[in-house]
């Protein structure tokens, strides 16, 4: 990574809120390091009543690490739950947001 805060990614990686992350690549490999792990609760009013209730899963690491990640092909655990890949998004500045998904989700249609 050709970044002026390299060192500075790593102290921050390393601080007590990060989790290991254990990503499984397309090819089936797997490696590990060191993410944050944010799951914010969203709430949606549509109108009349109804409403979408949402968690979005973000996982935060350095861009070198989620190198290889792809949406859709890649599985990420965080503390034993697994999770999908939806999106993988770095900012250019040697940090990625990674977009997920409980991989046991269940989509419940109220009527």
């Given at each position: 990574?050709?970044?002026?805060?390299?060192?500075d990614?790593?102290?921050?990686?390393?601080?007590?809120?990060?989790?290991?992350?254990?990503?499984?690549?397309?090819?089936g490999?797997?490696?590990?390091?060191?993410?944050?792990?944010?799951?914010?609760?969203?709430?949606?009013?549509?109108?009349?009543?109804?409403?979408?209730?949402?968690?979005?899963?973000?996982?935060?690491?350095?861009?070198?690490?989620?190198?290889?990640?792809?949406?859709?092909?890649?599985?990420?655990t965080?503390?034993?739950?697994?999770?999908?890949?939806?999106?993988?998004?770095?900012?250019?500045?040697?940090?990625?947001?990674?977009?997920?998904?409980?991989?046991?989700?269940?989509?419940e249609?109220?009527?």
């Amino acid at each position: 990574m050709d970044s002026l805060f390299a060192d500075d990614l790593e102290f921050f990686f390393a601080g007590l809120d990060a989790q290991e992350v254990i990503v499984t690549l397309p090819d089936g490999s797997t490696r590990s390091f060191l993410g944050y792990l944010d799951a914010p609760f969203a709430l949606h009013e549509l109108g009349d009543g109804f409403a979408l209730e949402t968690a979005a899963h973000k996982l935060t690491c350095k861009a070198s690490d989620a190198a290889g990640i792809m949406r859709g092909e890649s599985t990420i655990t965080v503390v034993g739950t697994e999770y999908d890949v939806t999106d993988v998004k770095p900012d250019g500045a040697g940090v990625t947001v990674i977009d997920l998904t409980k991989a046991d989700a269940i989509v419940e249609v109220m009527s």
